[in-house]
């Protein structure tokens, strides 16, 4: 992956990873914008996504929320140089309004998600975590997606003494 100067790949890299491990990702033309590293953000154009009346079908709505969920938390995980499976566990939706343009997703994680699911997934060797990811479509929310992942340490976690 193409990384930028502090380290962290950059959006278009992030953009073709989705595309070439997540085919939907590409089928939604998902493009992952600049942020900064504890903010991930992607956008989703109209069309590819369109349901019959002209808006975003809600399956796409919901599968971006997934996706910008997993990718924030995949992100924080490189960041960590940290090597792990991760999956999501659960996923809930609030459909807000209907999206008739494009629409950017955000997720943010902090430290108070970030450290214990770290720690769970360098001392157990599994961790679980809760991203919540705001969908905006001409900057009003359209969907609220709160989503559980569970990342599996692919290296064995570390034991004995520190």
């Given at each position: 992956m193409t990384r930028r100067h502090s380290g962290t790949p950059s959006a278009e890299a992030l953009t073709a990873y989705l595309h070439a491990q997540i085919p939907l990702a590409r089928a939604m033309a998902l493009q992952v914008?600049?942020?900064?590293?504890?903010?991930?953000?992607?956008?989703?154009?109209?069309?590819?996504?369109?349901?019959?009346?002209?808006?975003?079908?809600?399956?796409?709505?919901a599968t971006l929320g997934i996706i910008c969920g997993w990718l924030s938390l995949h992100r924080l995980l490189q960041?960590?140089?940290?090597?792990?499976?991760?999956?999501?566990?659960?996923?809930?939706?609030?459909?807000?309004?209907?999206?008739?343009?494009?629409?950017?997703?955000?997720?943010r994680h902090d430290e108070n998600m970030a450290a214990p699911f770290l720690a769970a997934l360098?001392?157990?060797?599994?961790?679980?975590?809760?991203?919540?990811?705001?969908?905006?479509c001409q900057?009003?929310?359209?969907?609220?997606?709160?989503?559980?992942?569970v990342a599996r340490a692919e290296t064995a976690p570390q034991t004995g003494t520190p």
């Open positions: 914008q600049d942020a900064p590293p504890d903010v991930t953000r992607i956008s989703a154009p109209l069309t590819p996504n369109q349901n019959p009346h002209r808006t975003m079908f809600g399956g796409s709505l960041a960590e140089q940290l090597d792990a499976l991760l999956v999501v566990q659960k996923s809930e939706c609030d459909f807000l309004r209907p999206a008739a343009d494009a629409v950017t997703a955000t997720a360098r001392r157990h060797g599994r961790g679980r975590a809760s991203v919540t990811t705001e969908i905006l900057n009003q929310q359209v969907l609220i997606h709160r989503g559980s992942y």
